[in-house]
């Protein structure tokens, strides 16, 4: 039973396009966030929600939307996809409070060609 | 101040021996230091964490080395073996923050040879 679960594992769009990748958790936890891991394996926090309010935004271009319409799903849409956005994006989620664990989807590989 | 570095690249070591991976923080607000294991094509998952007011955190053959002082820490992994190929990553956040947000260093990547 899939904890943080991620649709679709591989996204390969043309330069332009719009898409969504999906993110859903059945851990109960009020906190779900998006990372992105480029080329090199950096990992980086896009966005975090708590409940359902953005508390992070780490200055992402406008062109990423997060969308949560209840604390057990966080999506992610990307407008007018740009070749840099090639990455690895993981959903993310955490029970609030201190030193908790982040509990990590498996990824979507999006490449824009 | 919000960064972490985590060196080195990468690490290759016979089976048995303990790679060290190690990490630097620049931010004293931070709380709570966590390690990820990421195997290809997973997401990355929680190995061990500390907070700082222990040096040493052990779970089974992992072990976490932290110099508050220095603002360092590391991961020792005893009696390595082939199955702990994988990337590992050091993170930091400020554990009593209400934003569960992590800095992650840049990654090491360990292939343990049999």
């Known amino acids: 039973d899939t904890a943080v679960s991620q649709t679709p594992k591989y996204l390969v769009t043309q330069m332009g396009n719009d898409k969504s990748i999906k993110c859903e958790q059945n851990?109960?936890?009020?906190?779900m966030y998006w990372y992105k891991q480029d080329s090199k394996k950096f990992l980086k926090i896009m966005f975090s929600?708590?409940?359902?309010?953005?508390?992070i935004n780490e200055t992402v271009p406008n062109r990423f939307s997060p969308k949560s319409p209840d604390k057990a799903h966080l999506n992610l849409h990307i407008n007018s996809l740009e070749l840099g956005d090639s990455a690895v994006y993981f959903c993310?989620?955490?029970?609030?409070?201190?030193?908790?664990?982040?509990?990590f989807g498996q990824g979507t590989r999006l490449t824009v060609v | 101040q919000q960064q972490v570095k985590q060196s080195p690249q990468s690490l290759i070591v016979q089976k048995g021996g303990i790679p060290i991976i190690n990490c630097a923080y620049e931010?004293?607000?931070?709380?709570?230091f966590p390690w990820y294991q990421q195997f290809p094509g997973k997401g990355p998952a929680l190995l061990i964490a500390?907070?700082?007011?222990?040096s040493e955190k052990k779970e089974g053959r992992f072990t976490i080395s932290f110099n508050k002082s220095a603002k360092q820490f590391s991961l020792h992994i005893m009696d390595s073996q082939p199955g702990d190929s994988a990337t590992y990553f050091c993170?930091?956040?400020?554990?009593?923050?209400?934003?569960?947000?992590?800095?992650f260093g840049q990654g090491t990547t360990l292939q343990v040879k049999p």
């Open positions: 993170a930091a956040g400020k554990g009593s923050s209400n934003t569960g947000k992590l800095i």
């Open positions: 929600y708590n409940n359902k309010e953005l508390i």
């Open positions: 851990l109960g936890h009020d906190t």
């Open positions: 993310a989620s955490s029970q609030m409070g201190f030193g908790t664990e982040a509990f």
């Open positions: 931010n004293t607000a931070f709380d709570y």
């Open positions: 500390i907070r700082p007011d222990v």
